[in-house]
């Protein structure tokens, strides 16, 4: 399995050249943990995207079924040239997918309202010493 994600890097590299490669690498990275980490950067954000904690979980298990699917065909004596084209794009679409949904839950979860305050709300006297004279 590593063997053919290393082999898939190389001909994504070559496909998109070093640059791309990276970058294409970089934006689905960050979405998938920009959906999962982004979103504790305030505490009503993870209930306006829950699912985003599970984009990570999602991406691995979507990869390893598609790597047990491409490796199904070879046991079934599939050329493993002929069927990698075909993998590769399976597996590029699904990580940007991935990396798209994870981005949208820290937008959405960032777009989000905050609870209303409690306009009423006063600090308990203990809190807050004052100690103004006349």
């Known amino acids: 399995m590593f063997n053919e994600m290393g082999a898939r890097r190389r001909r994504l590299r070559e496909m998109l050249g070093d640059r791309g490669q990276g970058f294409a690498e970089f934006l689905v990275l960050g979405g998938v ?13 993870p209930a306006a995207a829950p699912w985003g904690f599970a984009i990570p979980f999602v991406f691995v298990v979507g990869f390893l079924l598609i790597e047990a699917r491409r490796q199904a065909k070879i046991r079934q004596g599939a050329e493993t040239e002929r069927i990698a084209s075909g993998y590769d794009w399976a597996v590029f679409l699904w990580s940007f997918g991935c990396g798209l949904a994870g981005a949208a839950a820290f ?14 709300w006063t600090p308990p006297q203990s809190t807050v010493s004052v100690d103004i004279l006349p």
């Open 107 to 120: 937008v959405i979860a960032l777009a989000a309202k905050p609870p209303p305050s409690d306009e009423n």
């Open 33 to 45: 943990l920009a959906g999962a980490l982004g979103l504790f950067l305030a505490p009503w954000m």
